[in-house]
């Protein structure tokens, strides 16, 4: 079974959106993943599909109802099906590679995607949704999150990434930030391209590109070294 994307939005349009082009899209179209946008709003209430009400305790914007989205859950997701649930969410556990790895090893993801001041807190817990971030900002809906995760996952899928791009020289592949990468032309604006990379020799090249790696983490992300 190819691995297989649900995401539940009030925007199914915005799918496969960027997805649908390039590695990620030339994958789509082949089969090596699916990708179905479900509407949580088929599961909205009354003549208007109401998806929202004001939060309890009261204060600024609107919270997405736990009656409606476990509707559409249970819709798309049922008992036994093995997908993780992940809540698209600023105040879930930071995505990184590691995590990215374990989704792309497995059979995919239910992903839900939250709008205006999130979702009722109930259906988290009933619904044992994982809470992920992309990071320390706040976006104004989960889609765009979700496309991040997607992408980050389906280039691991076995084929996508093409034979010469393994994608485990990478960046927080072995804890480290990638190296510079240079190539022609050898001169421009006055900037050469390093000797050790013209050397040809391979054991020079591999020690430099490491030095470089753990030069830049050190300086830019010394947290990745700890
Ligand atoms: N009131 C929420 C808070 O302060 O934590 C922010 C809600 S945000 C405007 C609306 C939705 O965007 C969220 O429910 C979530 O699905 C998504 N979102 C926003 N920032 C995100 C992030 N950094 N990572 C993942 N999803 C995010």
Redo the contacts with the bound molecule.
Sequence with gaps: MAWSATVLTLFPDMFPGPLGLSLAGDALKRGAWSLDAYDIRTHGLGRHRAVDDTPAGGGA?MVIRADVLAAAIDAVAPEGDARPRL??????RPLNQSRVRELAAGPGAII????????DERVIEGRRLEE???????????EI?ALVTMDACVRLLPGVMGKDASGEDESFEGGLLEYPHYTRPREWEGRSIPDVLLSGDHGRVAKWRRAESERITRERRPDLLR
């Design positions: 914007g809540l698209m969410s600023p105040r879930g839900v995607c939250g709008r205006f001041e999130g979702v992920v971030s992309i990071g320390d900002y706040v976006l104004s809906g989960g999150a």
